[in-house]
Every structure is written in C-alpha cells, then in structure tokens.
C-alpha cells in the first residue's frame, strides 16, 4: 500500500484500515500514547485544550509521507432507547436544517442543524502553545497547506457525519485564502449518519472524488437521518431481538419499539417538507466510494439471552456500531485503550 491513505483510487486497499485507526483512536483518554502503539508511523502534532459541547478532533503527520491526518470524534458510546431517541433531536438534530454557505449555491444545500453545530464546535477549538492559542485551520493553512502536503479527514460515527461537513468547509477556507488545495484530499467517513440534503450531497461528492463511506449493514447509526432508512432499522434483528416485540414509551404514548422507529421516521419525513420544502436528506458517496461492510453472526452475538429484549437489542446495536468492529471488518488490530467517557 501507498504510504499515503487515499492513494490508489477505487474501492480496493486506500488505507482505509488505517484511516479507521485513526478514528478510532479520538476515544482514547492517551491520543499520543494510542498512536504510538497503534500506528507509529504517525506523529501526534496538533491537540486541542479542550472539547466544545463534546466535539473533538485532533491532527497527526505521517514521519514519512507527506500527509496530515485530521481525526474527528464521534459519540454515542452508550446505547440505550433514550439515547436513540436523543440522537434525533440533539446529536444530529436533523428535524431543522440551515443552508450550507461553504459555499453558498443556488441549488440550496443544507446540513442539518446538528452538524452545524458541531462544525461549529470544531472550528472553536483551540491548542495553547507557547506562541499562542492555535486552531486546527491556522495549523493546517501553516504546515500542510504550505508544504503543499496530502490532508486526509477522517471519523467514526458522529465524527463521519462532521467529517462530511468539516472537509469541505476546510476545502473552501483554503481557497478563500488563495491557496492552493491539496492534489491529495481523501476522506473517510465509518458509520456516518447522513448530514445534508441531496445538493449538499451532490456538491460534496464533485469535491471530493477521493472519498469512501464505510458502513457495517447491521449498525443502526448510517440509516439515521433519511425516512427511508430509519424504518428499516426496526426490521434489522430478525429473528431476535426483534423491535416488534419491545414496548417503550415515545413521546408519551406506549409503543413497540417497531413502531416507535416509524414515528420518528415519519417526523424526519414532516420536518423536511415543512416548513424547508423539499430538503431531502442524502447520504454522500451515491454514486462511488459507498463501501458496504456485511459481518457474520459471530461478530455480535447477544452475551445473555435473559437480559429484557430491549437490553438485548441495543447490546447488539452498539457492537454492530463499534469502532472494534468496523477495524474487525476492515481486517485491523482493534484499538483497546482507557476511553474518554461520552456523554449522548
């Protein structure tokens, strides 16, 4: 494989376990010492003080190849029904969409209100150093962009979808600056929720031909966002733990699980007709760089079939979403290491 990740074009080897590595490694509690251990061909360089709201990324160089990596942070560790039902209405907000200005188009993309959001939040951070406070745009514009560098993104889970939005808003900062974009700009997003409408997805898609969507076809976190795919996630555990048969409470009203998953469905399919008009949701990478991930039954069995069918169904749910899991399908070491604690 090339030393640099998005190099060899196609669907076949772009270092997309790699990639997923990376990712992977923004739960550790020792982003330096992961890297270290994992994949010490890679540096750790730019680190913020903080989060913001939760958000967090980091920025590693390749002791070799002339490449940036900018890794993103997901979220969601913990699955449960209230979570689930939060992702919608916090995390990917997606029942309110804004326009996306980066840039502006007459065929009116929008991002979600949540992405937004937390491109927002990445954008804010900072690293102190002694030369001052930096962010990862004056890092980058002042090392990978004038060396002319690759930049790869890259993120797992809620850190997909704001890699979906921080590429482009990078691209374009670039650009406004007079500078020249990277030759090489691969992304990699791994169990993405979808994070704009179909002009955003177009747009994005004709920036970025070095770009691959991964997704496991059992996670439940890639069919977030569209009407048409959240009703599918209430068919995905068949025979058992099946989501027809649990009862939760949405909204104030009993229902099967089943039927609740509809609900919301059928809520995302009102928000994008009224009052935005017409702002369907689209996965990016339609048409290329969409990787489908199928694992067998001995990835993630349920540990105890006594457990309430509800306890089962999401212990399923986040090991099919696992970070482990996706590097266990992309035929990687999985990163073990103390995690940050993530709050849905």
Request: glycine residues 8%; hydrophobic residues 40%.
């Amino acid at each position: 494989m090339d030393d640099q990740l998005g190099a060899s074009g196609g669907n076949g080897n772009n270092g997309q376990d790699v990639a997923m590595t990376l990712a992977a490694i923004t739960y550790c509690a020792d982003i330096k010492g992961a890297l270290q251990q994992y994949l010490p061909d890679w540096q750790l360089v730019w680190l913020p003080d903080k989060d913001v709201n939760g958000n967090y990324a980091y920025i590693a160089r390749h002791k070799r190849a002339s490449q940036y990596a900018v890794a993103i942070r997901g979220s969601l560790l913990d699955f449960s029904w209230a979570a689930f039902d939060n992702w919608f209405k916090q995390d990917f907000n997606v029942f309110e969409q804004v326009d996306w200005t980066y840039p502006s188009s007459s065929q009116k993309p929008k991002i979600s209100q949540g992405s937004a959001d937390g491109l927002n939040d990445l954008t804010s951070l900072v690293q102190t150093n002694p030369g001052g406070r930096t962010t990862m745009l004056q890092y980058l514009m002042a090392n990978a962009v004038a060396q002319g560098a690759s930049i790869v993104v890259t993120g797992h889970s809620l850190g997909g979808n704001l890699t979906t939005v921080f590429a482009p808003w990078l691209l374009y900062q670039i650009k406004q600056a007079g500078k020249t974009p990277p030759t090489l700009f691969p992304v990699f997003t791994f169990a993405a929720p979808t994070a704009g409408n179909t002009a955003f997805a177009a747009a994005y898609d004709a920036s970025f031909p070095n770009s691959w969507r991964y997704y496991n076809v059992l996670d439940i976190v890639p069919r977030g966002s569209m009407p048409s795919t959240v009703m599918t996630i209430g068919e995905l555990y068949t025979p058992s733990p099946l989501a027809s048969q649990i009862s939760v409470t949405y909204d104030g009203v009993t229902l099967t699980f089943a039927e609740a998953i509809d609900a919301i469905a059928a809520a995302i399919g009102a928000s994008e007709i009224y009052p935005n008009g017409f702002s369907f949701y689209s996965q990016t990478n339609t048409k290329r760089g969409s990787v489908p991930l199928t694992p067998d039954s001995s990835y993630c069995p349920v540990t105890d079939k006594s457990d309430p069918l509800i306890e089962q169904w999401f212990e399923k749910a986040g090991c099919e979403h696992g970070h482990n899991t996706y590097l266990q399908l992309l035929g990687a070491k999985p990163v073990n290491c103390k995690q940050v604690l993530l709050t849905p």
